[in-house]
């Protein structure tokens, strides 16, 4: 093992967080400073409904940009006992931004789905795409197109209040056994992140930066805002894969589960109902109509609406 020797102490030199170890809170209030995401942190382990805490804070007056975060491990417990041994971080970490006078809900989606595309590509030196319409993960390739999401995103908009609620889960596993991949095979040799011990906090307050950045730019004056949702929808266009089996959360709460044949100019999502012929009318599912999509094989998507034919490489 590596040591650095400390006042005659040889002390273990940490290139990457202790097994079980939760985030750095302090790191993570410094990394966001100054910015409006993440000014203010609500640290909530082993919660079991962020939604009904951030909803809560919200009717209280939080202010905008008041971030939530869960790093307990799967089930909610905190117990020593319940972390695993030798893991070298949590497996996952949870977040919830509280966001007043946002975009419109496919704006702050493609904001939010982009940012994290973005931090994390930089990360880890491959490219990452965008599964319809707002998980990010990584094309793996495959005869069925697969993908590894490494983060999955949901967006919810109180009308009423005039809050959104931005959920960010990061598969912190699946992200570190990508740079292992990707060093391995030489893609990111450096990849200077993930020798940060804190690359964790880092990575979550970047993509907090780049999402504040993206959301600055699509509220500013009307000739410019138009500009800049023309610009963030070409740039979620360009990483955005459809489905080709597809479950649909509706906002209204049904379901549907269909074979995804694209996506429309509009960002909506074609689909054949299931148990329908090959030349039944194909089925829209707009942005603001979907509140989760569980999709299984990516095609990249075309500009006219249709499948290129091809798996996510």
């Not at 419109?104 to 982009?114: D, E, I, S, W």
């Not at 949901?154 to 889960?169: F, I, K, M, N, P």
């Not at 990707?182 to 979550?204: D, T």
């Amino acid at each position: 093992m590596e040591s650095a020797q400390t006042g005659g102490i040889v002390a273990p030199w940490r290139t990457r967080p202790v097994a079980g170890a939760r985030l750095d809170l302090k790191t993570l209030r410094m990394a966001t400073h100054g910015w409006r995401l993440g000014a203010a942190v609500v640290y909530k382990p082993g919660a079991r409904d962020l939604s009904a805490i951030a909803r809560e804070l919200a009717s209280a007056g939080v202010a905008s940009g008041a971030l939530i975060v869960d790093d307990a491990p799967a089930g909610g417990s905190t117990a020593r006992d319940a972390r695993p041994e030798h893991v070298e971080h949590p497996t996952a970490v949870r977040t919830l931004l509280i966001v007043r006078d946002a975009p419109p809900r496919p704006q702050l989606g493609m904001a939010a789905a982009t940012a994290v595309a973005e931090v994390v590509e930089n990360a880890l030196g491959r490219p990452c795409a965008v599964a319809w319409p707002w998980d990010v993960g990584l094309r793996t390739g495959g005869a069925d197109g697969t993908l590894a999401r490494l983060c999955r995103i949901s967006v919810e908009v109180d009308t009423a209040r005039d809050v959104a609620y931005v959920g960010l889960r990061f598969a912190l596993a699946r992200i570190w056994s990508a740079r292992r991949v990707a060093r391995a095979a030489g893609e990111a040799p450096g990849a200077p992140l993930f020798s940060n011990e804190n690359w964790r906090e880092i990575m979550l307050a970047r993509a907090l930066h780049a999402l504040d950045v993206r959301m600055s730019a699509l509220v500013t004056a009307l000739p410019a805002e138009s500009a800049e949702r023309a610009a963030l929808a070409r740039e979620w266009r360009r990483r955005v894969v459809a489905p080709r089996r597809v479950v649909i959360a509706g906002a209204d709460g049904g379901r549907a589960t269909g074979c995804g044949l694209g996506i429309a100019p509009d960002g909506a999502l074609l689909v054949r109902p299931a148990l329908c012929s090959d030349d039944a009318a194909p089925r829209r599912f707009t942005l603001d109509d979907v509140v989760q999509a569980w999709g299984v094989g990516w095609r990249a998507a075309r500009a006219d609406g249709q499948a290129d034919g091809q798996s996510a490489e």
